[in-house]
């Protein structure tokens, strides 16, 4: 080791006496100081503008310096820039100069040639790396609560990366004995392995070897946060193989061996390292780190406990994939790589999950595919879409091929995902939205229908009750059903029932029942199965509406609680008076974790018609509060609402009466030793379609609904899979302090850089 580190040192001192490492390393934080202080000044504006980060949104620690928006993410876009320029002469210089056969008739070894060398440039690495943990400290000052431990991964996964480019460049550099040939070369190789992961994708061996040679996104998830032992043992290897390579080429170089003896050796460096990386990564010897401050690299507890949880055996992932669906590109076979990817985080948990694809071709509820294919037969379609994608035409079922194996006709014949454990199955959905995929939210909660009795919600539908199965305006499709919906209760882990009470009783064991606005009177019959469903306990959701007093105070009076007659109006100059929009109150924010990490004194509801509430406490059950309205500006208005002529105006003359209301209310009671829980609410059109359709609020009425009936679940349905708010959500600068920054960054910084390389140089010249 000893000449190892002798010709480190002197491939050190020939480095740094001369200019080329200095120009570099002066470039490289200049560059540095440049993304650095742009991202700085963007988010700083911002911020003194009232902007998101003004509003604490967080993760700045990310946005400045981490992957894929910050410092690092721009450095690692040009890194691979500056390495050539530095190992083109590690060897070939000694090969143009000659002093190659000084080093081999020396007692050195060819090895420790290599390895003196690379660990120069290991040591120049760690320069570059040490410019950009300035920078970190620099960030680590400005940002509150900046996250630590994803800085630190970020050095190292770019520190990583840089070795590696340098024991290719090293590699290189033995192959020719000019330099600029050298340098040339080993960017046309480092584009080959950023490239390389990109073909011949759609054939399965290949692939995966093409993705593990490929070094494009390896060092991404330690830019995220997250170590994997996978990914720090591909450095290794990759670095093993080019210093093993270039070991050979310097020994081989000085004996007569033939071609193919050579080949066969190179060939056998590179398989035997690719075999141990391969090896290394299986699911079940890899190791994980997430060293993010909100461990947003790992699934949350909730995600964890339930994928441990499917412990009894394999998990079969089937995906069903229709070639005609416009999601059929997400699903390709050159994707595979990246599916894998989106499942990696459960296979940490849970190494037995295995993935599947089947692929076929059948018609779509895509409009446009038979209005710009007309009289185009399915088969004439297929034919089209795999002639222009290049496609393996044998891979895909035919229509009657598929129905004759599952039916996928209630799934619209979409990419779906059948999950099947234990003889127990589930659908896992794509979804009409920028994600598409689903989030751990969805995965988490179809795993959890594997393993558990998934929660019933029945609606009644006897007596005219808004429809869980139209798309109507006033329906309820979008909440309840639709699969192509993310936030329904059908991919939320719920099974939805109707309910006819004229007919039928209603279930045992449902989560939840719910009456929304029925147009007709219940019958003796009904209204005692109701009564009697009560009493025994369950949990219901009663949704009126104005004009329906009369139906519903007769259900509600054992309660407690009654319908004010005539409709609430609230003053706006924006909006129909009859739109309300009632505040959330503390109780209805802790209905579920999500709400509540999300509520703010103005988050608000939208209820276009709603009747006010009014109940009388001391009873059975203890009443609370969960919308409720703005009190200066809300009146009760007695009799009929005319909307669409002059201006509404409150006459107290007419019985109208200003104040705030309630327009929800739950009533809890403890029974047979757990608790009933019940909402009773003076609108049933905050559930309906068109309200969930309106972008302004839809994400407040969908917190609220999803909150309510997790809340019958009693906490097991939705999954919550949210995570603490990230504490880095400000900068500690002003404009004047930022002048100052700009300066230091980018003239003193790089200024005392240049005038250290320039005094070193001058004083070498001088002896």
Not at 92 to 106: P, V
């Amino acid at each position: 080791m000893t000449t190892t580190f002798k010709i480190a040192r002197t491939e050190l001192n020939m480095l740094f006496y001369s200019p080329i490492a200095w120009f570099l390393l002066v470039v490289f934080m200049f560059q540095c100081g440049l993304s650095y202080t742009d991202t700085v000044d963007n988010i700083l504006i911002s911020q003194e503008l009232g902007g998101g980060y003004a509003m604490g949104l967080g993760f700045l620690t990310r946005s400045i310096l981490a992957y894929p928006y910050g410092l690092f993410a721009a450095m690692v876009g040009s890194i691979y820039l500056y390495l050539p320029l530095i190992t083109m002469g590690l060897i070939s210089r000694e090969l143009s100069s000659g002093t190659i056969k000084l080093l081999y008739s020396s007692p050195t070894k060819v090895r420790e040639i290599v390895i003196g060398k690379f660990l120069a440039m290991m040591v120049f690495c760690l320069m570059l790396t040490g410019i950009l943990a300035v920078f970190c400290v620099i960030g680590y000052f400005n940002i509150q609560h900046a996250d630590v431990g994803l800085i630190v991964s970020n050095l190292l996964g770019i520190y990583l990366l840089m070795c590696t480019y340098a024991a290719i460049g090293l590699f290189m550099s033995c192959l020719t004995s000019y330099q600029i040939v050298a340098a040339i070369c080993t960017l046309a190789l480092f584009g080959s392995l950023q490239y390389i992961g990109k073909l011949w994708q759609d054939i399965d061996f290949v692939r995966d070897l093409t993705h593990f040679i490929s070094i494009s996104g390896r060092a991404e998830k330690m830019l995220l946060g997250l170590i994997t032992t996978k990914d720090f043992l591909y450095f290794i290897v990759i670095i093993g193989i080019f210093l093993g390579m270039s070991v050979y080429r310097l020994w081989s170089s000085r004996r007569s061996i033939p071609v193919p003896v050579k080949i066969s050796r190179y060939v056998s460096i590179v398989v035997i390292a690719v075999a141990v990386g391969y090896i290394g990564s299986h699911p079940a010897l890899t190791g994980y780190l997430d060293l993010t401050a909100t461990k947003s690299m790992t699934l949350t507890a909730n995600a964890q406990k339930i994928t441990k949880s499917l412990d009894g055996g394999p998990l079969q992932v089937t995906s069903y994939i229709n070639l005609l669906e416009q999601h059929f590109w997400y699903g390709q076979p050159s994707q595979r790589n990246t599916d894998l990817a989106r499942w990696e985080p459960y296979i940490r948990f849970k190494h037995d999950i295995d993935l599947k694809y089947i692929y076929y071709f059948d018609s779509t509820d895509d409009k446009n595919l038979y209005k710009y294919n007309k009289g185009q037969t399915l088969q004439q379609l297929a034919d089209k879409y795999i002639t222009s994608g290049k496609l393996d035409a044998d891979r895909f079922l035919k229509p009657a091929e598929i129905r004759s194996t599952i039916d996928l006709g209630p799934e619209q014949r979409r990419y779906v995902m059948k999950l099947d454990y234990k003889g127990r199955s589930t659908y896992l959905r794509l979804f009409n939205d920028q994600q598409v995929f689903p989030s751990e939210t969805e995965t988490s909660a179809a795993l959890k229908r594997l393993i558990a009795t998934p929660p019933h919600i029945a609606f009644v539908d006897g007596e005219l009750e808004r429809s869980v199965d139209r798309r109507g305006d006033r329906e309820y499709q979008t909440l309840t059903s639709e699969i192509t919906f993310r936030h329904s209760l059908v991919n939320q882990g719920f099974d939805v029932l109707h309910v006819n009470l004229t007919a039928q009783d209603i279930p045992a064991g449902i989560a939840g029942l719910v009456i929304a606005d029925p147009k007709m009177p219940f019958d003796t019959a009904a209204l005692g199965k109701i009564r009697r469903y009560i009493d025994q306990g369950g949990n219901l959701l009663i949704a009126g509406e104005p004009g329906k007093q009369a139906l519903l105070n007769p259900l509600l009076q054992p309660l407690g609680v009654r319908l004010i007659e005539g409709v609430l109006v609230q003053e706006s100059e924006d909006f129909a008076p009859d739109l309300v929009l009632p505040y959330l109150t503390d109780t209805a924010a802790a209905l579920s974790g999500p709400l509540a990490r999300s509520f703010e004194d103005s988050m608000r509801i939208s209820m276009p018609g709603v009747a006010g509430l009014q109940y009388e406490r001391g009873g059975p059950f203890s009443i609370q509060p969960l919308l409720m309205t703005d009190g200066a500006k809300t009146w009760n208005k007695k009799g009929r609402l005319v909307t669409d002529s002059a201006k509404v105006m409150f006459r107290p003359e007419d019985g109208d009466v200003r104040g705030a209301f309630a327009t929800a209310i739950r009533l809890t009671r403890q029974i047979d030793g757990r608790q009933q829980r019940i909402v009773v609410t003076g609108d049933a059109d905050f559930l309906d379609n068109a309200e969930l359709g309106r972008f302004n609020v839809r994400t407040a009425n969908f917190n609220l609904n999803t909150a309510i009936f997790g809340w019958f679940t009693y906490g097991e349905f939705p999954i919550d899979s949210s995570r603490p708010k990230s504490e880095d959500n400000r900068l500690d600068l002003t404009k004047k302090s930022f002048r100052v920054l700009k300066v230091f960054c980018l003239g003193i910084l790089p200024g005392l850089l240049l005038m250290l390389g320039t005094i070193l140089l001058i004083r070498r010249k001088r002896k």
